[in-house]
């Protein structure tokens, strides 16, 4: 490969993995937005919001000129890896924190970006090196000490099975985000099929599971950016980054959404900065950009 195409081929995987960021930014004002939809219950907030992003689905490939019904002519695997990652992780994680306490949850649940470090070892063409492990697992400790800070972690075979459902949910996501690497010729487009088969799984659950409970003004107007955002837009461009950029990098970087959601917590007097959550914001920020140094050294 040529000097030149090599760094085209650098700067490709850089945008793409800029792209893939920003689902984590906006994954940062979930807990925000959750809490301000009230008492909606998670499966209902679950169909509203996946609704939103299977209108993304089809609304934007139309503004392009393209198609919208093209990409969902995938074959049954991918529809199984696209609609039970993303329907299978909330499934999961909402069992979890309702058969084991919130933090234990929290915490075993949020090991999917280290497993997405590892199991990146798997695809063709990557190579974990330390700086990847290491930088994630400062990642995890950061993580830890945010979701911890309040109390401690005491794990008991009590909540056995929340405990397994969040090692699922974990696992789920990491799988999901690895293995569309493996499908990268399947246009970002084809996201908004499978939020919308995640939707109507979720309405199911919703009817069968819990009592409708409709929002105030405020609680729509989250729940609008919680399908925009979050629960939305982040999936089809987390899908691109996965897909084509740093994926390892990408694995590091989410560790920054519980320290972003932290901080906006703070901002809007939901919290308080306390030391765990300055040494959380070094371990976070450090081990992303040790697992990122990749993107900013020149490959030979």
């Not at 995890?140 to 309040?150: H, P, T």
């Amino acid at each position: 490969m040529t000097d030149a195409a090599l760094q085209a081929s650098l700067a490709d995987t850089r945008r793409a993995t800029l792209i893939g960021g920003t689902a984590v930014l906006m994954w940062a004002t979930l807990a925000l937005l959750t809490t301000l939809t009230g008492a909606v219950p998670p499966f209902q907030l679950v169909a509203m919001a996946f609704a939103q992003a299977f209108l993304i689905g089809l609304l934007w490939p139309l503004s392009q000129g393209r198609s919208p019904v093209a990409p969902l002519r995938q074959g049954p695997l991918v529809w199984l890896l696209g609609v039970g990652g993303l329907f299978g992780f909330h499934f999961l994680f909402f069992v979890a924190v309702k058969f084991a306490p919130p933090v234990e949850a929290s915490l075993i649940n949020y090991t999917w970006p280290l497993l997405i470090v590892l199991f990146s070892a798997l695809l063709p063409g990557e190579r974990l090196r330390w700086w990847h492990v290491a930088g994630a697992a400062m990642g995890l400790a950061g993580a830890a000490l945010l979701i911890a800070r309040d109390g401690g972690v005491t794990l008991s075979g009590d909540h056995a099975l929340g405990y397994m459902a969040a090692i699922g949910s974990a696992l789920i996501w990491s799988g999901y985000s690895v293995l569309s690497r493996r499908v990268g010729d399947v246009p970002t487009d084809a996201v908004g099929g499978f939020c919308g088969a995640t939707a109507l799984l979720a309405l199911a659950c919703h009817l069968a599971l819990e009592t409708t409970v409709w929002p105030d003004a405020t609680g729509w107007l989250a729940i609008l950016g919680l399908g925009l955002g979050p629960v939305g837009l982040a999936f089809f461009t987390w899908d691109h980054g996965v897909k084509r950029g740093d994926i390892r990098a990408l694995g590091a970087f989410a560790y920054s959404a519980p320290l972003l959601s932290t901080l906006l917590l703070i901002g809007f007097g939901q919290g308080d900065f306390t030391p765990a959550v300055g040494v959380a914001c070094i371990l976070i920020v450090g081990g992303a950009i040790l697992a990122a140094r990749d993107m900013f050294a020149r490959r030979g």
